[in-house]
């Protein structure tokens, strides 16, 4: 690893889009931590951009060393974000990063993942549940709610600019909206039978797959319910664990401000939540201050609506998933994630909320969930008793599991 640098003489470059919630929370910690952070391509030149696109092809090719963090079996690359160091570090997955600029940037602001044990577990639990299942609703939002108004795939090529000549960027805009839409079933979206939006092409209708339930009533129930568990716990204190902005809060905000970029799902959260809606405006404004160290952080009751939410969605798939994984793995399954999901291979049914769903093993998630449960299991007992007292017994259980 590279010695610290100070902050003033730093920069990275943060490759991807402002439309993807990782990007979004990844410039959020840069910004917390003090380092410049340029991102491209939107703000980057036709030299540097197509310098760092060959850079994470090479990357997602195997022929260039990750630096951080180290993958594993389960372990997938994204298309975005990746991270790129001022020392040539290729840093990727926006959790991993947080305790990358942690240790390499020290910040009178306090550390995005906390040093103390209770606050850093609740910290996990809520990054991992926006990372994982906050982005089923925001990707839902966009592209079922907020079908007939936004405008992703325009700004998506008002991003490449650089790399994409004039009369290919309704091309690129069209595609970009196609295959979002159809990638809507992968990310746990799936239309009831004959759904349509008014006034939405063919290409942009979210799609109803043969033999998959639907979700839209599962997801809209879980974003409203997820919206009252942050006015909740924002009730009265600035940010999710106390007085200042931590890697919870960075993944809140990643997904909550794409979906803030899109007019109808906008309109929801503004309506919906007006106090977490400011606090997403005030964040992406670059205003994240607050008081620096642990002392401030506390997992406090506040967050037991949050903790609720994310036991009775996030945890029982993580743990449906990781069973799902097994079982497939046992009886030769080798292919996973989406490219078994486009084979309709390796799917599982399953039930959240008391509704059934069908989805495919994602590696990924398992990888999330076991890392979550060896850290629970790390916890002293004073650590786990003040994290126990917020949580139900389900979820307990469920982390307590091998």
């Known amino acids: 690893?590279?010695?610290?640098?100070?902050?003033?003489?730093?920069?990275?470059?943060?490759?991807?889009?402002?439309?993807?919630?990782?990007?979004?929370?990844?410039?959020?910690?840069?910004?917390?931590?003090?380092?410049?952070?340029?991102?491209?391509?939107?703000?980057?030149?036709?030299?540097?951009?197509?310098?760092?696109?060959?850079?994470?092809?090479?990357?997602?090719?195997?022929k260039l060393e990750l630096t951080w963090p180290p993958m594993s079996e389960l372990d997938e690359l994204p298309l975005v974000p990746f991270l790129f160091g001022p020392r040539g570090e290729n840093l990727y997955d926006s959790s991993a990063i947080a305790g990358w600029l942690d240790r390499h940037h020290e910040c009178d602001r306090g550390a995005l993942v906390p040093a103390a044990?209770?606050?850093?577990?609740?910290a996990r639990l809520i990054d991992e549940y926006f990372d994982e299942f906050g982005l089923y609703m925001v990707h839902h939002n966009r592209w079922v709610l907020s079908a007939a108004t936004n405008d992703a795939g325009r700004r998506l090529a008002g991003?490449?600019?650089?790399?994409?000549?004039?009369?290919?960027?309704?091309?690129?805009?069209?595609?970009?909206?196609?295959?979002?839409?159809?990638?809507?079933?992968?990310?746990?979206?799936?239309?009831?039978?004959?759904?349509?939006?008014a006034g939405v092409a063919r290409r942009r209708q979210p799609p109803s797959p043969m033999g998959f339930p639907e979700t839209h009533g599962l997801?809209?129930?879980?974003?409203?319910?997820?919206?009252?568990?942050?006015?909740?716990?924002?009730?009265?204190?600035?940010?999710?664990?106390?007085?200042?902005?931590?890697?919870?809060?960075?993944?809140?905000?990643?997904?909550?401000?794409?979906?803030?970029?899109?007019?109808?799902?906008?309109?929801?959260?503004?309506?919906?939540?007006?106090?977490?809606?400011?606090?997403?405006?005030?964040?992406?404004?670059?205003?994240?201050?607050?008081?620096?160290?642990?002392?401030g952080l506390v997992v406090g009751a506040r967050l037991e609506p949050l903790l609720a939410e994310i036991a009775r969605t996030f945890v029982p798939l993580m743990r449906q998933n990781e069973s799902a994984y097994a079982k497939l793995r046992a009886g030769g399954q080798g292919r996973f994630n989406e490219k078994a999901f486009d084979r309709g291979e390796a799917l599982y049914d399953g039930e959240l909320d008391g509704r059934p769903f069908r989805s495919v093993a994602k590696t990924f998630q398992v990888a999330v969930w076991r890392r979550l449960k060896d850290e629970w299991r790390a916890l002293d007992d004073g650590a786990r008793a003040a994290c126990s007292k917020r949580l139900n017994s389900r979820m307990v259980c469920d982390l307590d599991a091998p």
């Open 219 to 295: 997801l809209d129930d879980a974003f409203l319910r997820m919206l009252a568990a942050m006015e909740e716990a924002l009730g009265d204190q600035p940010y999710l664990l106390g007085s200042r902005f931590t890697v919870a809060d960075a993944s809140a905000y990643g997904q909550l401000a794409m979906n803030t970029q899109d007019r109808s799902a906008d309109g929801l959260i503004a309506a919906r939540a007006p106090r977490t809606h400011a606090w997403v405006m005030r964040i992406a404004s670059g205003d994240n201050d607050g008081a620096g160290g642990d002392a």
């Open 159 to 197: 991003e490449f600019a650089t790399m994409i000549v004039p009369p290919l960027r309704p091309l690129m805009a069209a595609w970009f909206s196609a295959r979002q839409v159809r990638r809507l079933p992968y990310l746990f979206s799936v239309a009831p039978a004959g759904f349509a939006v």
């Open 1 to 62: 690893m590279s010695p610290p640098a100070a902050a003033g003489d730093t920069a990275y470059d943060l490759w991807g889009s402002r439309l993807s919630p990782f990007v979004l929370k990844v410039a959020a910690m840069c910004a917390h931590v003090g380092v410049r952070c340029r991102r491209l391509p939107a703000e980057g030149g036709l030299r540097d951009n197509l310098r760092a696109d060959a850079r994470c092809r090479r990357l997602r090719a195997g």
């Open 117 to 122: 044990a209770a606050p850093r577990m609740i």
